[in-house]
């Protein structure tokens, strides 16, 4: 499982052709909507560019649709921006031309598939868990076997969940 999480969904996001034309196309629409008066997307624009993002990227891309049943929230955005532009306060002033608005989409569904897929591992683990040892209780099995199937069930989950990121 050599990559990290977070880099494996990078890599899906940069290498699908579906989410550089979605990205595209939003960039675009941005430029049109300030009627090409800025040379790039500026900050105030992210969050409406952002919604657009996920709306199109659910018909396009299986991760986003799997994974990020919303739309990013403002943190998520702020923290892609500021993770994109390597500057604190400032941003601003500042405009993404379309390699920086790339990557900030890139930063940004990376980071909400990852977030998603975590909520979903934290929501099956503990429901199976719960049947799992209610099974031992009733059938009066010993407890190294319910530890045992509790962590290869565990096990199980994590490795599908990880799997479900392969894109």
Do not use: N
């Amino acid at each position: 499982m050599g990559l990290s999480i977070s880099k494996r969904v990078k890599s899906s996001l940069q290498k699908s052709p579906g989410f550089d034309s979605v990205c595209d196309s939003v960039y675009s629409d941005c430029l049109e909507l300030s009627q090409h008066a800025f040379a790039g997307v500026r900050p105030y624009q992210l969050s409406s560019a952002s919604l657009r993002l996920h709306q199109s990227l659910c018909d396009h891309h299986p991760l986003v649709k799997r994974w990020v049943p919303s739309p990013p929230t403002q943190l998520q955005i702020d923290r892609a921006l500021r993770v994109v532009t390597r500057s604190g306060d400032s941003v601003r002033d500042q405009t993404l031309g379309t390699a920086e608005f790339k990557a900030f989409a890139v930063e940004l569904f990376a980071d909400a598939v990852v977030d998603g897929a975590g909520q979903a591992l934290l929501r099956r683990v503990p429901i199976g868990v719960a049947g799992i040892a209610g099974v031992g209780v009733v059938a009066r099995s010993g407890k190294e076997l319910v530890a045992t199937a509790i962590g290869v069930y565990a096990l199980g989950v994590a490795t599908s969940v990880y799997l479900g990121l392969s894109g």
